[in-house]
């Protein structure tokens, strides 16, 4: 088991060491030169030298790479050559609004797909079932913008509950942060959890139809109670294995959201960086994306062994 | 009349969505501590009607009629699923065939034990723990303490279906279904696992309803036998009545085409068709066993309407230019060498994982002449998939030499391995996994063609002329294989093998899957292709009748090893090693069960 990890987590590392060299590699390869981009196009040689030399550019690429590596291990993503501040509290202060926002939101979905994915799947021969499949179909269909503006125009502009855009603080007042957080939340929501209840259906309808399910009824349980003994652990792994996949797209997916609702977002962080140009942040942005996806996989990896006890010695 | 303990009445089981019945009219009974054998092939309703008693029909099927057992109030068919809970397990058990898929496998088996025993309350709470681990001793389990904490996946097959039994009688039911509970296991685990039903049934005091193909098993087990064929009962009585004189046509035909040991003039497997002539299990004289290794008989003028066509079929590929080609398995005597073959298994991949190597092969030495039929015997784990694998190139091993005709086939260019599998082909066990089930019966038949690079034209007549050779219409070539039963996949599968005209076939278990009416069929069709065709037959099997019957040499493997090497009836007769004594002892026979029986 131990050695699973480790031999997991050694994975972690290399998958991070290739996707630094790629972010690193492509942002070089992009053309035009970072000063010559942040100064504008009027800038003198010699501005554009000074400022070269000032953040490093003139160096050979490797030393860059080391740099940029160096500096992130230790937590300074570097300065931005675009407005000269540092990147790093923008990215630790953005990071911390999208986590709220998808963990929140794929709990959310979670918690509503697997009880409506099982019921649909034990009622599949009738109405009830048939309703809920056309609910997950219709919502699939809704892309989460739309269904944000709709929540919008209905529990903000309509009914005033909740506010239509902006991020509170926790600290300057929780009430109104759990009120600015429940619209973009239900939105992104929504969609992930009618994605997802189709997954636990059909996860749930394969499992029923498994023998053990029906050693399960033979010892006396009733086809609920044999579910619920017995199926839905079973059932799991496919479903957490989609909503790891679910929750990485999120992540960046969340910036149309994060637009709507003008939250202050990595999404909206990057949009902003991109627009201006700003390579050291972008790439700074992509890197922490890139880190936060592949902490989640680990974590789904971790989770497959403890709920399947065939994957622990698996040789 | 005495007591009844089942009584099944004019059941009836018909699919929602049509209206032929698949279950038809059945009725039955049995007494209390009965043994009863339901003896049927797949599709005749034997286990629907096992289901049906249970109260564990699957939704899309409804059950008229009636089903009373003694001590539940009412018709099984009509009562709610919360009363049929209660009685399952307390009235009736069930042992399932599948014993790799019929437990939790996130669940620790003791887990598994104790919930049976919790759910219908029998036993104190604080006793369930001693409890589970009675029920395990009372099975025979190897070291029944540390097996309460495996996981399913930890068991071997044979174990697995020993934690069912003791799920099953864990209540002491009065009755017990078991639903072909050996199929899936070797034979001397099977031995094992009927020796424990037996052996349990009569310590609870419950009455057995034992579903199966397997005639030998029903003989050395139960009282009395039904036969069901098509969703009906077509005969029923004791063991010895209908398995000495059975009065339908089919149960005839069941138990000519389950005999392996009797043929017919032509040294043929008797089949449904030919079951007339059957003269009853150990009644026929025995034919002079070498007769059955003979060349066909000249002339061909018997009457094997089979192959006859088939026949036909080789005497035009024999004369057609290909036989001009130079052949490159012309003639290095013998055909197959296998030369100190090992293989070795490292388990494990990434970083710090320990590796455990696993030796599935070890020194293994072979010869097989041009022309003769091998049987590879052993029980599963014994390494004979592995030994076949390496054999036709599609496994390396990890030392030794193996040559096929003129091919080393351990160090083969891709292009020498073309031509080894232009010469070598397979038949596979699973007959419904080893089709593609999106391509046509026609373009299945017809790819070894493709990758031989044979034209359009030619490559349907030769797919038409072998479809009929395995005695399948060839109208029904546009179809895909779900649309065909069991024994008739094969029959693709062995038209697919043959119609690249290989001379070498390698047989993975071909009939382990199928029932015994067919498989007598295939078995013949085989025999007689392998005669017709001139060729060298390695037919691995753990089913050793089938191999006595089928061919002239053998070979025992045993744990990676060949334990004993020889003559079929040399072997048979007077086996040298303990293990092959105990591979013939443990194969079911029905003479010698009715013998026992008596």
Not at chain 1, 7 to 18: C, E, H, M, T
Not at chain 2, 103 to 117: F, K, S, T
């Amino acid at each position: 088991m131990l050695a699973y990890i480790l031999g997991r987590f050694v994975q972690f590392l290399l998958s991070l060491f290739v996707a630094s060299v790629i972010v690193f590699a492509l942002m070089s390869v992009l053309p035009g030169n970072a000063a010559q981009v942040a100064l504008g196009t009027n800038a003198t040689p010699e501005a554009v030298a000074a400022l070269e030399a000032r953040y490093g550019l003139d160096e050979p690429p490797i030393v860059r790479y080391l740099d940029w590596v160096g500096g992130m291990v230790q937590g300074d993503f570097g300065t931005s050559y675009v407005t000269g501040t540092q990147i790093t509290p923008v990215i630790v202060d953005s990071v911390q609004v999208t986590a709220i926002i998808v963990v929140t939101a794929i709990v959310l979905a979670v918690a509503i797909a697997v009880p409506l994915g099982t019921f649909a799947a034990l009622e599949q021969r009738n109405w009830v079932g048939a309703t809920i499949s056309a609910l997950s179909q219709i919502g699939i269909a809704i892309p989460n913008f739309l269904a944000a503006i709709l929540l919008v125009m209905v529990f903000s502009l309509t009914l005033g509950w909740f506010p239509s855009q902006g991020w509170t603080a926790p600290i300057e007042g929780f009430g109104d942060f759990l009120a600015g957080l429940v619209l973009p939340v239900v939105a992104l929501a929504l969609v992930q959890a009618a994605i997802l209840t189709r997954y636990v259906r059909s996860a749930v309808l394969d499992v029923m139809r498994e023998d053990f399910i029906r050693t399960a009824r033979a010892k006396g349980l009733t086809r609920t109670r044999a579910l619920f003994a017995h199926g839905l652990r079973n059932a799991a792994i496919p479903v957490i294995t989609v909503a790891g996949v679910q929750l990485a797209t999120l992540l960046v997916g969340a910036v149309v959201i994060e637009q709507i609702f003008v939250l202050p977002g990595i999404g909206s962080e990057l949009v902003r960086a991109v627009a201006n140009r700003d390579l050291l942040t972008v790439q700074g942005i992509v890197m922490v994306l890139i880190v936060l996806v592949l902490i989640i996989n680990f974590i789904v990896d971790l989770l497959y062994p403890v709920v399947d006890p065939r994957l622990r010695n698996a040789a | 009349m005495a007591e009844t303990l089942l009584d099944v009445a004019g059941l009836t089981i018909t699919p929602a969505d049509s209206g032929a019945p698949v279950v038809d009219g059945v009725s039955l009974t049995m007494a209390p501590g009965e043994r009863v054998g339901l003896i049927g092939e797949s599709g005749s309703g034997k286990s629907l009607t096992a289901l049906s008693i249970m109260g564990l029909l699957p939704e899309e099927l409804s059950a008229a009629g009636s089903v009373t057992l003694a001590g539940f109030d009412g018709n099984v068919l009509e009562a709610s699923e919360r009363r049929l809970a209660r009685m399952r397990s307390d009235l009736v058990s069930m042992v399932f065939q599948e014993p790799m898929s019929a437990l939790n496998p996130l669940m620790r088996v003791g887990d598994q034990i104790a919930e049976v025993l919790r759910l219908h309350g029998g036993v104190p709470r604080a006793e369930i723990p001693a409890r589970v681990r009675d029920l395990l001793v009372s099975v025979h389990m190897p070291d029944p303490d540390g097996a309460r904490f495996a996981y399913p996946h930890q068991l071997s097959g044979g174990q697995r279906q020993r934690v069912m039994l003791a799920i099953a009688l864990a209540n002491s039911p009065r009755l017990l279904i078991c639903d072909e509970p050996t199929t899936a296991l070797d034979v001397t685990v099977q031995k094992h696992m009927l020796d424990l039903i037996s052996e349990r049934v009569d310590a609870v005091g419950a009455g057995l309803l034992f579903i199966t193909h397997d005639l030998a098993v029903v003989a050395g087990l139960c009282d009395r036998v039904i036969v069901m064929h098509g969703g009906r009962i077509v005969e029923t009585g004791s063991v010895a009545e209908v398995f000495t004189d059975p009065q339908h046509a089919y149960t005839r035909g069941l138990l000519a085409s389950s005999d392996l040991e009797a043929t017919d003039e032509n040294g043929r497997l008797f089949t449904l068709r030919t079951a007339g002539e059957y003269a009853g299990p150990g009644g026929t004289e025995r034919s002079d066993p070498l007769s059955r290794f003979a060349p066909p008989p000249p002339g061909g003028a018997t009457d094997r309407p089979v192959t006859a066509s088939a026949r036909a079929v080789v005497r035009r590929a024999q004369s057609a230019p290909e036989g001009g080609d130079p052949d490159p398995l012309s003639d290095p005597d013998p055909l197959i060498e296998v030369a100190g073959v090992s293989k070795l298994y490292r388990s494990g991949g990434l970083l710090f994982r320990r590796r455990r190597p696993v030796q599935a092969l070890e020194s293994i030495d072979l010869s097989v002449a041009r022309g003769q039929r091998l049987g590879i015997v052993g029980e599963s784990g014994s390494g004979k998939s592995t030994l076949l694998s390496i054999l036709a190139g599609l496994d390396t091993p990890t030392t030794g030499h193996v040559r096929v005709g003129d091919i080393t086939v351990e160090s083969a260019s891709a292009a020498d391995l073309k031509t080894l599998r232009e010469h070598l082909q397979i038949v596979f066990q699973d007959p419904f996994a080893s089709l593609d089930p999106r391509m046509r019966i026609a373009d299945i038949v017809a790819e070894p063609l493709i990758a031989k690079g044979i034209g359009r034209e030619e490559r349907e007549a030769r797919v038409e002329e072998m479809l009929r050779a395995v005695d399948l219409e060839p109208a029904t070539m546009r179809r895909y294989p779900h649309q065909f039963s069991g024994g008739q996949r094969q029959r693709i599968s062995i038209a697919r093998a043959l119609v690249s005209r290989p001379q070498i076939l390698v047989a993975d278990e071909p009939v382990s899957a199928l029932d015994v009416s067919v498989r007598a069929q295939v078995l013949n069709l085989l025999s007689d292709l392998v005669d017709d065709y001139a060729l060298t037959l390695v037919f691995v099997s753990h089913d050793l009748g089938v191999v006595r019957h089928l061919c002239s040499d053998v070979v025992v493997m045993k744990d990676g090893r060949i334990v004993e090497a020889g003559t079929t009836e040399g072997v048979y007769a007077h086996p040298r090693e303990e293990y092959t004594r105990s591979l013939i002892a443990a194969t079911p026979n029905l003479a010698e069960a009715l013998a026992g029986a008596r």
